[in-house]
């Protein structure tokens, strides 16, 4: 049985040169699309953003887990690239995480747990390459 905590609900004009508005108004950004002059950002770093946030709190709860602590100035450097290739176009990514005062193998342990936790991580599991590095 499942329960819906929390739904996003976002309305979106003119793609990736238009604009996308939350219902709650929280959210209003400009689009432009990658690489161009325009002023907006574009889906690949709302993608990064909100990915970033929700792993870093899978992080919280994988070290929660094992009565540890994330480091308060912990942080991730999400790249999410767009790619062009002989079946059209697809994303791939890379979680650089920065987990200040915890030894490298435990960092990369509770990244791995993390990434089974994390929803942003479940929805592209075996749909796009996705790379997770210790920083």
């Not at 009565?67 to 290739?85: F, G, H, K």
Request: with cysteine; net charge neutral; charged share 20%.
């Amino acid at each position: 049985m499942s329960t819906v905590i929390y739904t996003g609900t976002t309305n979106t004009i003119g793609g990736r040169d238009g604009a996308s508005r939350s219902s709650d108004g929280r959210l209003d950004v400009k689009l432009s699309p990658p690489g161009s002059a325009g002023s907006g950002t574009n889906p690949e770093q709302l993608f990064a953003a909100g990915w970033s946030a929700c792993f870093l709190g899978a992080i919280g709860r994988a070290a929660a887990e094992r009565q540890l602590r994330v480091p308060a100035d912990a942080a991730i450097n999400t790249e999410i690239d767009l790619v062009s290739n002989d079946d059209g176009y697809e994303l791939q990514a890379r979680l650089n995480v920065r987990l200040p005062g915890i030894a490298a193998d435990l960092a990369k342990s509770l990244i791995e747990r993390a990434h089974q936790l994390c929803p942003y991580s479940k929805a592209t599991r075996g749909n796009i390459a996705v790379e997770l590095n210790v920083a």
